[in-house]
């Protein structure tokens, strides 16, 4: 059984940096698509970041790219992300996400709180 497992949140100051971690088991890690989201309160969840398996990595939302950063290791099947700069505006509940590019399912977490405040 596929599960995803995101760690690494947590309350940071302004300007500060995190990593997120999201592991993948139970599956083959080289058929998904590794993609995080974010959701803050009272907002839609939003795409952030994209790695796949050959390589490829996208940040999709232009006030993250430069600072963020999406990761892929191959061997441990885990998936990082960067944060660093961090704003108050990327308070959110970070979700990691598993599509499998051949049944076309698709695995979430339970998310990773970060809250960045002073």
């Known amino acids: 059984q596929i599960q995803v497992v995101e760690s690494g949140g947590g309350l940071v100051q302004p300007g500060g940096s995190l990593r997120l971690s999201c592991v993948f088991s139970?599956?083959?890690?080289?058929?998904?698509?590794m993609r995080w989201y974010r959701q803050a309160s009272g907002k839609e969840r939003e795409l952030v970041a994209a790695?796949?398996?050959?390589?490829?990595?996208?940040i999709y939302v232009d006030s993250m790219k430069g600072r963020f950063t999406i990761s892929r290791d191959h061997v441990n099947h885990v998936v990082h992300l960067q944060m660093n700069s961090l704003t108050p505006e990327d308070t959110a509940m970070y979700y990691c996400?598993?599509?499998?590019?051949?049944?076309?399912?698709?695995?979430w977490g339970k998310g990773t709180l970060v809250t960045v405040s002073s």
């Open positions: 996400e598993a599509y499998d590019l051949w049944s076309r399912s698709t695995y």
């Open positions: 139970g599956g083959t890690f080289s058929r998904h698509v």
């Open positions: 790695s796949t398996d050959g390589g490829g990595s996208t």
